[in-house]
């Protein structure tokens, strides 16, 4: 579990910023995943990506958030003009194949005030 | 469409005590079963992993057991501690390379 790293593990934001988390897969691993915890539910899938591939973005909302994994570098997962809404922890996890174990980072709890 | 549902919702046991937490899956086709424990505040860890050939499997107190026929799961936890207390995520995975499928979890708090 402690092979993914995510940064920051904390962010607070105004409503109208931008919040960028950031998750360096465990090593050898090039598949990556995000998902969203609201308070009191369960995980939700957000966006699946291999290197420099969005792979299944399904879960993404439409508008402000996207995501990328380059060649070089951590996946960062980016969210334009902040609402209270946005608020949750979110997870990014990683695994070797797409089918295999996934291990997760200890997340990102984004506030937005 | 792929489903993962789990049940209880939530579970409160006394210390020392047995409990058992299911998993019901449409998954298809199926790849793998995985079960995961959620502290509060932390990233789910892994606690077993099962694929369609295997009916069970141990992680210490944690007993997982797989019926691929009748898609369900268990996960058995033997003589509890205060540390069980999380929220435990059935996880499914299909037979191509993709996201897996999620339960909503069972929150399970146990008590002196």
């Known amino acids: 579990n402690a092979g993914v790293m995510q940064n920051p593990r904390h962010l607070v934001r105004r409503r109208g910023q931008e919040a960028r988390l950031r998750c360096s897969p465990m090593k050898g691993h090039s598949h990556v995943y995000w998902y969203r915890q609201l308070p009191e539910e369960g995980l939700k899938f957000m966006v699946y990506l291999q290197k420099e591939n969005i792979i299944d973005e399904s879960g993404m909302p439409k508008e402000r958030f996207s995501a990328e994994f380059p060649k070089e570098g951590p996946s960062i997962l980016r969210i334009q003009q902040v609402v209270r809404g946005d608020s949750a922890a979110y997870f990014c996890?990683?695994?070797?194949?797409?089918?295999?174990?996934?291990?997760f980072g200890e997340g990102s709890w984004l506030t937005v005030v | 469409k792929n489903q993962v549902e789990q049940s209880p919702q939530s579970l409160i046991i006394l210390e020392g005590k047995n409990c058992t937490l299911q998993?019901?899956?449409?998954?298809?086709?199926?790849?793998?079963l995985r079960w995961y424990k959620q502290d509060t505040g932390r990233g789910p860890v892994s606690l077993t992993i099962?694929?369609?050939?295997?009916n069970t499997k141990s992680n210490g107190r944690y007993t997982a057991t797989l019926d691929a026929d009748t898609k369900q799961s268990s996960l058995h936890i033997t003589a509890s501690q205060l540390s069980d207390s999380a929220s435990y995520i059935c996880?499914?995975?299909?037979?191509?390379?993709?996201?897996?499928?999620f339960g909503d979890g069972t929150t399970l708090t146990v008590k002196p």
């Open positions: 099962m694929t369609f050939s295997e």
């Open positions: 996880v499914v995975s299909a037979t191509y390379a993709g996201k897996s499928t």
């Open positions: 996890a990683s695994s070797q194949a797409g089918v295999d174990t996934i291990y």
């Open positions: 998993c019901n899956y449409t998954v298809s086709p199926f790849s793998n």
